[in-house]
Structures are given as structure tokens and as C-alpha cells.
């Protein structure tokens, strides 16, 4: 009688985190209602959601194969007072506030790291004198992005290449990454760096994951590297200095076989741009340089997770405000909204 009679509904279907993880002045809301759809009228006692987030690293070698670990587990009741309520659709608002320093939702090969939202529903119908209890449970996606001042942040480094001053200079265009994404590369010499020419410049992608079982006092570490193209190249020598710009593209999603960069402790995902350079030197020798920039790297666009929701259409002249909750339109006209801690 009361199958999927209850449900929850979030005003944003993606909870972005921001930034670096021990920034603790950071505020992350999740926000949604409980709806309940009532076919006769009966009595609530108390509505109460939890919000749980577990990890897990898998060690097929031992004989307990999931080492498990559980992150958060916060209870918040939304309506602690009993209510008569009737016939009809019935909606409850919640927000939760989330710390800056829970990790993202993680999907690896070998450990993840998952939240969910449940809710319980005490009820008891009007005529019968046994208590029900009316659940559901959906699953809460948590990404991190980075802060808005550090989203276009550039990477510069400097590298002595001889004894005499000879000094490179290199940039990354963009700090943050995404698939599909042009990553332009720039390279300053001085004048004494004595360099006649780029013999070769090979750009890679590497990742690490690096994953942890305190209970097995263990940890396992896989790596790999993603050979990146570079579609324009441009080359300009003076006087004083030799500069070199390249642009390289990061593949596709479909067709890129990595992880988002990650800040949980025990499934520690993590990337780099690795240049390789072979120089041509004034007397013809040859040097051979390899340097690393550290990059953050997501699986969608910023905007992919920013987007408001798209409701169906605008609420009638007709329709009062207690019709429209959050956006979401009413089935019935026998609906009620409550807000916290509501007496009816």
C-alpha cells in the first residue's frame, strides 16, 4: 500500500565541492525535500534523513577483500512532531551542510568511495494501530571542483640548465584539466642557455593511484602515462632569447582511460604533465632535460555540474505557491508544504 508512497528529491542533483580540502570556511549544502504521496490520510510521527558516506579498497589477495571505512554519518530530523495529514502529495525541505574535507565520490578499479541519503517515515494509518515505516534511499554524487580564482591559475617553472645562467623558463596554460581539452605549453630561454635548437619535445599525461589499507597495513600503487599530440607549434629566436610554444590536446573522455584527481587519503588519484626535452646546444651537444608540473584533472566541464535544474514549465496564475515546491509541480491539488518543525 505505501510502495514508493515516499521519495527524495534535490534541488541540485551534484554537490560541488571547491577547492583544497583544508579550506574549512568553505560551505557545501546539500538541499532537497522529502515528498510523500499519500493514497488516504494517516499520522506522522517524525520524518528523519541520514546522510552516510562509506570507502572501500579492495585487496582481492586477502582473505577479507574489502577494507571499509565509514567517512560520515549524519542524521537530521526534518519533522519531530506528530501531524494529521491527508490525501494527497506532502513535501518536507532539508538542507544538510557537508564539509569542505569530505573526499569525492570515487568510482576506481580497486576502491571507491560512495554516499547516500536515507529517510524513514514513522507513520500510523487512522484506522489501524500498528506503526509503519515508510524508506527510501538514493545515492549523492560529491565532486570537487577548483576554487573560481584558481580555475584558470597558470603553472610557471624555472630550470638551470647550466653553470654560466642559462635559466628555461616553463608554462602551463591551465592548472586544471578536462578531456578533450588544449593545453598550450610556452618555453623561455636566456641567452645563456647556449641553445641552438629543440631537438625533440615529447609531452605525457601521468597518473598515479595510490591506495591505502590501514587495517592491512598495506599499499598498492598503479601507474600510467598518456602520450599527448600537438596539432601547432611555433618557434622564434632573437638576439637575446629563444621561445617555443605548443599546443597538445588532451584525448576525448570515450577514449581516455584515466581517473579524476582525487584528495581522499586512502585513494589518493593524482596527475602531472611530464615534459621531455632533448636540446641542441651552441656547440652541438646534445642535453637531455625531464620536468613535472602537477595538474588536477576532472572527468566533466565545470558547467556540467553547475547547471540549474530545468522544470517542465511555469506555475499558472491559478496556482498558489504551496502547488510549486522547489521547482517541482504538483500531481495533486490536495498538497501540502512544511516547513521545519511544523504543527498542523
Known amino acids: 500500500m505505501f510502495r514508493k508512497s515516499v521519495s527524495i528529491d534535490l534541488v541540485e542533483p551534484t554537490v560541488c565541492l571547491r577547492g583544497d580540502p583544508k579550506d574549512k570556511h568553505a560551505i557545501n549544502i546539500l538541499r532537497g525535500v522529502v515528498r510523500l504521496r499519500l493514497p488516504h490520510s494517516l499520522v506522522v510521527h517524525d520524518i528523519v ?3 552516510v558516506g562509506v570507502s572501500k579498497t579492495l ?8 577494507d571499509r571505512h565509514i567517512l560520515v554519518d549524519i542524521v537530521i530530523p526534518i519533522c519531530k512532531d506528530s501531524v494529521l495529514l491527508k490525501k494527497g502529495i506532502h513535501t518536507f525541505p532539508f538542507e544538510i551542510p557537508l564539509s569542505n574535507a569530505l573526499s569525492e565520490s570515487i568510482e576506481c578499479g580497486l576502491g571507491s568511495v560512495r554516499y547516500k541519503l536515507h529517510c524513514q517515515v514513522h507513520v500510523k494509518p487512522r484506522f489501524l494501530l500498528v506503526k509503519s515505516i515508510l524508506q527510501t534511499q538514493r545515492p549523492i554524487v560529491l565532486v570537487r571542483l577548483p576554487s573560481l580564482e584558481n580555475q584558470q591559475q597558470c603553472i610557471i617553472q624555472t630550470h638551470l640548465i647550466n653553470e654560466t645562467g642559462g635559466q628555461l623558463t616553463l608554462m602551463l596554460e591551465r592548472a586544471h584539466l ?6 598550450p605549453i610556452s618555453l623561455y630561454f ?4 647556449n641553445v641552438y635548437a629543440v631537438d625533440q619535445m615529447d609531452v605525457k599525461l601521468v597518473e598515479r593511484q595510490k591506495y591505502r589499507a590501514p587495517l592491512k597495513q598495506t599499499t598498492r600503487i598503479l601507474h600510467q602515462e598518456i602520450t599527448l599530440s600537438s596539432f601547432v607549434s611555433t618557434f622564434e629566436v632573437d ?8 599546443v597538445y590536446t588532451l584525448p576525448e573522455r570515450k577514449s581516455l582511460r584515466l581517473r579524476a584527481s582525487t584528495s581522499h587519503p ?3 588519484v593524482r596527475h602531472w ?20 608540473m602537477p595538474v588536477t584533472l576532472s572527468l566533466k566541464a565545470m558547467d556540467d555540474y553547475l547547471n540549474l535544474p530545468v522544470y517542465d514549465r511555469p ?13 517541482v509541480e504538483a500531481t495533486s491539488r490536495e498538497t501540502t508544504s512544511h516547513e521545519y518543525n511544523n504543527n498542523a
Not at 585487496?59 to 574489502?66: K, S
Not at 578536462?178 to 593545453?183: A, M
Open 49 to 51: 534523513v541520514q546522510f
Open 59 to 66: 585487496w582481492p589477495e586477502a582473505i577479507q577483500q574489502w
Open 178 to 183: 578536462i578531456p578533450g581539452i588544449n593545453v
Open 190 to 193: 636566456n641567452q645563456q642557455c
Open 239 to 246: 638576439q637575446y632569447n629563444i621561445e617555443m610554444q605548443s
Open 266 to 268: 586512502h585513494i589518493r
Open 273 to 292: 604533465i611530464q615534459i621531455t626535452l632533448i636540446l641542441i646546444l651552441q656547440d652541438g651537444s646534445l642535453k637531455e632535460l625531464q620536468m613535472n
Open 315 to 327: 506555475p499558472r496564475e491559478e496556482e498558489t505557491n504551496d502547488d510549486i515546491v522547489h521547482g
